[in-house]
């Protein structure tokens, strides 16, 4: 285990040093959206009985961050250590695939639940938030990060420059994000953009992790959580065959 303690401290420390960057940034991006579509929106839109468009707002804010971040985490990981050919150090050591799967993953769960906790801290003075189901609201968190710092270490490890990577996050990520019900609920999209949002994984990890807050949600939580793990499950599995076979990484 010691390689895999060493990946893993190797990898938090590395967003942790550029904290600035890594984790307060994110969190006033997040702290200028709830004020921009919060007072916009507020006296406008009520999504749920009883709930304030603010309340609303701030959970999907907080799970976007966390996906963000975690997606972030590895993929930049990786790709830094291509370009600048430290790479090999990490490959030269007698980790498995499974410890070096395991030790950026995880490492990116740390930082989107870092900066989720940030997100959340500096917007929940706005509203009043309920805490229906605590459960799910931590099972979603550790979920969608994992998800998503899964996906990253794929983008990783297939991207052989920046603007690779970049493409990846401009033309997948920041869509899949912003089309997830972040902003509204998918009942009130036209009918193909309602069915669109239903093959979106990330609809079904914010849906769910705001359900744990009111209890109420577009979708039965137990189907969310279903679809999530099998996304999860199957990114993992690629991410695994990825690093076990080298691709992209020892040639």
């Given at each position: 285990m010691m390689g895999f303690q060493t990946l893993?401290?190797?990898e938090v420390l590395r967003f942790w040093k550029v904290a600035t960057q890594t984790i307060t940034a994110p969190v006033l991006t997040a702290m200028l959206y709830l004020l921009i579509f919060g007072h916009v929106l507020e006296s406008h839109v009520?999504?749920?009985?009883?709930v304030r468009y603010t309340a609303f707002l701030i959970p999907g804010l907080v799970m976007m961050s966390v996906l963000q971040?975690?997606?972030?985490?590895?993929?930049?990981?990786?790709?830094?250590?291509k370009i600048t050919g430290n790479l090999v150090f990490v490959l030269l050591t007698p980790l498995s695939h499974w410890e070096l799967f395991f030790g950026y993953v995880l490492a990116a769960i740390v930082r989107g639940l870092a900066v989720g906790l940030g997100v959340f801290v500096v917007t929940a003075w706005f509203a009043d938030l309920a805490f229906v189901s605590p459960l799910w609201i931590a099972l979603f968190a550790l979920l969608g990060a994992a998800m998503l710092g899964t996906m990253g270490l794929i983008a990783g490890i297939w991207a052989e420059k920046f603007d690779q990577l970049a493409a990846f996050q401009n033309f997948l990520i920041m869509p899949a994000t912003f089309l997830s019900g972040v902003f509204y609920s998918i009942h009130s999209l036209p009918p193909f953009w309602h069915a669109v949002s239903r093959f979106n994984p990330f609809f079904y990890m914010i849906d769910g992790f705001r359900y744990g807050f009111f209890g109420q949600s577009d979708v039965n939580p137990v189907t969310s959580l279903f679809i999530v793990t099998g996304f999860f499950i199957l990114l993992a599995g690629i991410a695994l065959r990825m690093l076990k076979n080298g691709y992209k990484l020892r040639n």
């Open positions: 893993f401290y190797k009520q999504v749920y009985p009883g971040n975690a997606f972030a985490n590895t993929s930049s990981s990786l790709i830094q250590s």
